[in-house]
């Protein structure tokens, strides 16, 4: 079978065609993995790090093929590509190198000078590493490095929707000083995926939709497999506009949020719930904002909105936008294809007259949408931000912080900010509910793909 890669930017045309893998080729990279899986974890820590560090070097020759490759695959503006690789790839490389030595260290828990008992940190053995489109080198190196960095060795199927990124991304795994079977590539679709997940592997890493989330925990769940998962799924999360915020200061930022990669985030900013007194404001300065977005060719440096990742993401949204309006959502800005543009085109969207039973609301909005709803109370704020399935991440903008720190913890979700306050790598990345199981980066991070041992002994 070949799976065939398109351009959504360009009416789908044909980039090229990769392999999909067999069964029989997903049981003998599993079986690679294997077999190299203890030399790789009795290589240390120390060693595993330096030949990684030569990794990201080979990485750093192939940053324009790269840039270009995920602009051509899934239609993400180049000026966005290219801050992908210098910003989200590099940074987080570079921060899981640095600490991870000092996540991974023996942790004496009990001490009276006759017994001493400590935490170890060992490797589970084969991970399976399956991740989205929307964002391909940042994910790779969510997935990948730190679980090759605590000793797992890795079985990896990137999207169906950019395997020639996810070609290259091998060939530079390959040609690197990593031995044989310590990183394995298959390629496919979701099928694909489940082949490697019911396979005889030990942990299962995982950054999708809810709904694929949902069915893979069940396989892994099951009496004859029962291993464990870390997943980051889907999630729709709320910013809560105060009325005295000076809104000014956030437009950029709310607008960036919601609307980098063409709204097609797990953490985007996807839902606005504003202060009455301030909602016709809040809406126009918005609007007047996304006015300005250029949606258009996303090899052209000047566009900001480029096209979404398939026809199937087109027609998904469309629905969604049109099943709300049939239930009363109201078009201030975008909401339809763009008439000059043949491709996964959709025009940056702002709704209002929002309510709970649209889809706009009820399900993650994979796409270029902001629906907008206002509120009187901080109870009913609380309640609309809350009034979702998913609880990834949340925004409160205010200047009151006794009244952040009372509704952060109210807010049913992983992560709460300030404003516009930014999240660092040390930080742990997860949700609440629907929205995954586990943690991502930070100390937790890394000990989240470790075996956790107690070494108790006298002294």
Request: proline letters at 4%; hydrophobic letters at 40%; a neutral charge.
């Amino acid at each position: 079978m070949k799976l065939i890669s398109t351009n959504p930017a360009r009416n789908y045309i044909p980039l090229g065609v990769v392999n999909v893998s067999s069964s029989e080729e997903i049981e003998n990279k599993v079986r690679m993995a294997a077999q190299v899986k203890e030399s790789w974890r009795y290589l240390g820590i120390k060693q595993r790090k330096q030949i990684l560090l030569h990794v990201l070097e080979n990485f750093k020759l192939h940053k324009d093929e790269l840039v270009n490759l995920i602009t051509s695959e899934i239609g993400k503006p180049i000026k966005e590509s290219i801050q992908e690789f210098d910003t989200f790839f590099l940074q987080a490389y570079k921060w899981f190198l640095s600490n991870c030595e000092r996540s991974l260290q023996p942790q004496i828990v009990y001490n009276d000078g006759k017994i001493l008992n400590s935490i170890v940190y060992e490797p589970y053995g084969i991970t399976a590493v399956i991740m989205p489109w929307n964002f391909p080198l940042e994910m790779f190196v969510w997935g990948v490095i730190p679980n090759l960095l605590v000793g797992n060795t890795v079985v990896m199927k990137h999207s169906e929707y950019c395997p020639l990124t996810a070609k290259v991304i091998e060939s530079i795994m390959y040609e690197s000083e990593l031995p044989q079977g310590v990183f394995n590539m298959i390629y496919g679709d979701g099928q694909i995926g489940e082949g490697l997940v019911k396979s005889d592997i030990d942990l299962l890493w995982f950054t999708g939709s809810s709904k694929t989330g949902k069915y893979l925990f069940s396989v892994i769940g099951n009496k004859q497999k029962f291993i464990k998962s870390v997943m980051e799924l889907g999630g729709s999360n709320p910013g809560i506009v105060f009325d005295d915020v000076e809104i000014d200061k956030y437009v950029d930022f709310i607008v960036s949020k919601r609307f980098l990669n063409c709204g097609q985030a797990c953490n985007a900013l996807k839902r606005l719930i504003v202060h009455h007194s301030i909602f016709d404001e809040t809406v126009q300065k918005l609007t007047d904002k996304v006015k300005k977005l250029h949606t258009g060719d996303p090899t052209d440096a000047n566009t900001d909105i480029g096209s979404l990742v398939s026809k199937t993401q087109l027609d998904k949204v469309k629905k969604q936008v049109d099943e709300s309006i049939s239930k009363g959502a109201k078009i201030v800005i975008g909401g339809k294809q763009p008439e000059n543009l043949k491709g996964a085109y959709f025009l940056p969207t702002i709704l209002v007259n929002i309510t709970s039973n649209m889809p706009v609301w009820q399900e993650e909005v994979f796409a270029p949408v902001l629906p907008v709803i206002q509120f009187q109370t901080e109870e009913e704020a609380t309640k609309l931000a809350n009034n979702t399935k998913y609880g990834l991440g949340a925004h409160i903008f205010t200047k009151d912080k006794s009244r952040f720190e009372r509704l952060s913890g109210r807010i049913q979700s992983g992560m709460v900010r300030l404003n516009d306050s930014p999240q660092d790598y040390s930080a742990p990345f997860g949700g609440f509910k629907m929205s995954g199981i586990g943690r991502e980066h930070g100390e937790l991070g890394f000990q989240e793909l470790t075996q956790i041992k107690v070494i108790a002994i006298e002294k």
